[in-house]
């Protein structure tokens, strides 16, 4: 297949392509340009802005596709123009979308954020943004009919390759003893690695699935597991306050269990790996790097 991959030059998308030109697909990746990749003379590349109309038009003139997968769709205006730009030149779109559809709550189906019927709310803070974002960007492609479109739904996503480190983060402010605030200890919480990310992606597209799909670990797990087992491997007791301050507040700070029901994908013939076989490696992972 003829495949344009939307951001992928690095994290799970960078995976992805990789898994896919192991299966010889043709791999077309569109990015900023300002991430170098692996990939080299394997794929084709075009420079262009996402969310730009006219630079978008100008580097897709004359080129055709299977397949898109968006990494880096975060709004209506980015769903639009692609609806605009891929009505009747492809025949299946594939959008990178997030757990910060749903509001806070723990097992989450699919069902419990409609994008059809979504309608829009005022963002507050930035995390808002992104929430609101993602949920006009799947109400956009859910209420279109020039193609058919899957939303995979991720929570945070973790690996080695993680550019954000927010994982990390939690590691080495614990070994170092520096504090950290997380509002409940005791909420449960839904990740995913970065390679069961990829594998994710390349499931949906390769099956055709179109519709929202969660994918995450199946054993969501609280924070203060989260936190015992940095304890355990860096052999340091975390410092926690008992109050926000400093801009010291875990970037997986929550005030409630917020975790994803991934029964449709697992009977459907997805599993992504339990944190059970991934975390302790990877916080071991991390450590090591300190």
Avoid at 4 to 25: A, D, P, Q, S
Avoid at 72 to 99: N, Q, W
Avoid at 132 to 156: D, N, S
């Amino acid at each position: 297949m003829k495949i344009l991959i939307m951001g992928g030059t690095r994290y799970f998308g960078r995976r992805l392509v990789h898994k896919l030109l192991e299966k010889n697909h043709e791999v077309t990746v569109l990015s900023r340009g300002n991430v170098p990749d692996d990939f080299g003379s394997r794929v084709q590349r075009l420079k262009a802005h996402r969310g730009d109309e006219a630079a978008m038009s100008a580097v897709l003139a004359g080129h055709t596709f299977d397949v898109v997968v968006d990494q880096v769709c975060m709004t209506a205006h980015d769903a639009e123009l692609s609806v605009k730009l891929f009505a009747g030149k492809i025949s299946y779109y594939l959008m990178t979308s997030t757990m910060s559809v749903y509001d806070f709550a723990a097992n989450l189906p699919e069902s419990a954020f409609d994008a059809r019927s979504y309608r829009p709310r005022k963002a507050t803070n930035p995390a808002e943004q992104y929430a609101e974002g993602k949920r006009a960007a799947e109400h956009v492609f859910t209420t279109q009919t020039a193609f058919p479109v899957a939303c995979a739904r991720f929570p945070v996503v973790v690996g080695e390759d993680d550019y954000t480190e927010r994982l990390l983060g939690q590691v080495r402010a614990v070994k170092n003893g520096e504090a950290i605030y997380y509002p409940n200890l005791d909420a449960e919480f839904s990740f995913i690695t970065s390679e069961d990310a990829a594998r994710a992606l390349l499931w949906l597209l390769e099956n055709r699935k179109t519709g929202p799909y969660n994918f995450a670990s199946a054993d969501a797990f609280s924070l203060r597991d989260l936190i015992h087992k940095i304890e355990v491997v860096t052999g340091t007791s975390a410092r926690l306050l008992s109050q926000e301050s400093g801009g010291v507040g875990s970037p997986f700070g929550i005030p409630s269990s917020w975790y994803m029901n991934v029964d449709k994908a697992s009977r459907e013939g997805f599993t992504a790996s339990l944190h059970q076989q991934w975390l302790v490696p990877l916080l071991q992972t991390y450590f090591s790097k300190l």
